[in-house]
């Protein structure tokens, strides 16, 4: 199959190519489309086959479920058994933007896009292009992120290309995304809303709209043996290829053992990557070192986390070192990926002293 890529300038021209898309979708094939937070692989929702067509394309066990996309409140109605007072809140408060709500779901909403489930993932994403498709399309958009199964979330059309050209009729290109991780993710079914994946939406911002929440055990440390709710942060997602590595502890510390651990590697002929920052990369010795940017820009961090990931593979390197990052804001949702794509392999070192580097 051959991929269309269509250039989106931010202006009604564009509305030619996003029809097209649109008759894609209604005729029951994939889009992908730029998100605030990353690219979507999109289907119609409510037809079993099209958002069988996702699973395929991806990769993806279909245990997993979809988030449906919507462009206006209204639409919750229409796959909610009911719309939970506190949905109605967290709407008004972040929508559209990067929040993804779970609720009960009603027989609009096939079993194909829940993985199976009677809950169902909803969200109204803050990106022109995507909220145009939802509405030419006429249909509500089931879509995960765009990249084939375990690599990084795509945060350029180019990333999509390379996981999926080939395999979709059409990609929306919006240019880079402006969050670059995927979206917060709260669980409303709960008594208590449990938020089963970090984003850019804190706990603390949901906290001041709804009261208490909590965050999914299975989701924070490593290995503690926890299993995460949502079905897809099992899965070791957000990888590249390279074994990566998170070493935490003190700036100086880090430093050395990364070092250390770069020309212990190099002498046995791999080729080592490092993640650092901009205080830092200059100090790192390995054959690739990228910067993620200044440490304490973390919008930047969290955009640029994915597209390093993914010029690593592209290096061919054979093993990764990362810097860690930790603070209340999105610093959680940025190190929750980079857990993940280290398989939870941390090393610690604060025990050199020092001033801690998180
Ligand atoms: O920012 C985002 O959310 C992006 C853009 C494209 O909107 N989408 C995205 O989708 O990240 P995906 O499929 O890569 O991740 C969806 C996550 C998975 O971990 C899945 O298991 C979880 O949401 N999920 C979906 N429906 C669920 C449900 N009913 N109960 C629990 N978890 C659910
Ligand atoms: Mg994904």
């Known amino acids: 199959m051959e991929t269309s890529i269509y250039k989106m300038g931010n202006c009604a021209a564009d509305d030619a190519a996003v029809s097209k898309a649109a008759n894609v979708i209604k005729s029951g094939g994939l889009v992908a489309f730029p998100t605030e937070t990353v690219y979507g692989l999109g289907a119609d929702a409510c037809n079993p086959e099209a958002a069988k067509k996702i ?14 996309h919507i462009a206006e409140f209204k639409d919750l109605a229409y796959i909610a058994k009911e719309v939970p007072k506190k949905a109605s809140l967290l709407a008004k408060a972040f929508w559209p933007g990067p929040l993804t709500m779970i609720i009960h ?3 609009n909403v096939p079993y194909e896009t829940t993985g199976g489930l009677d809950t169902v993932a909803v969200r109204m994403p ?3 292009v995507a909220r145009r498709l939802i509405q030419m399309s006429g249909r509500l958009i089931a879509a995960p992120s765009a990249n084939a199964s375990g ?9 999509v290309a390379e996981d999926l050209g080939g395999k979709i009729p059409i990609i929306l290109d919006g240019g880079e995304v402006g969050i670059g991780l995927e979206s917060t993710i709260v669980d409303l079914t709960e008594e208590i809303p449990l938020i089963l994946r970090p984003g850019y939406i804190t706990k603390a911002m949901l906290e001041r709209i709804i009261g208490e929440v909590k965050t999914d055990p299975g989701i924070l440390a ?14 070791r997602h ?18 050395r053992k990364i070092n250390e651990l770069t020309d212990k590697m190099r002498a046995k ?9 901009d205080e830092t990369a200059k100090a790192y010795r390995g054959d690739m070192v990228l910067s993620l940017g200044a440490r304490e820009d ?9 597209r390093i990931l993914r010029e690593f593979d592209e290096g061919e390197a054979d093993v990764i070192y990362s810097e860690s990052f930790e603070t209340p804001g999105i610093g959680q949702a940025i190190m929750n990926r980079l857990l993940k794509a280290a398989g939870h392999q941390v090393l610690d070192v604060a025990e050199y002293g020092g001033s801690k580097i998180v």
């Open 105 to 107: 779901k009603n027989n």
């Open 298 to 306: 973390e919008d930047v961090i969290a955009r640029r986390l994915y």
């Open 126 to 128: 803050d990106h022109f």
């Open 55 to 68: 699973y395929e394309a991806k990769g993806r066990p279909s245990d997993n479920p979809l988030i449906v």
């Open 238 to 255: 957000y990888a590249p290829r390279a074994s990566l590595t998170v070493v935490n502890g003190n700036k100086e510390a880090v430093i």
């Open 151 to 159: 690599r990084p979330s795509p945060t350029l059309a180019e990333h």
């Open 269 to 277: 002929g791999k080729k080592v990557g490092v993640i650092g920052t």
């Open 222 to 235: 490593a290995g503690d043996g926890a299993r995460p709710k949502a079905p897809g942060m099992k899965y």
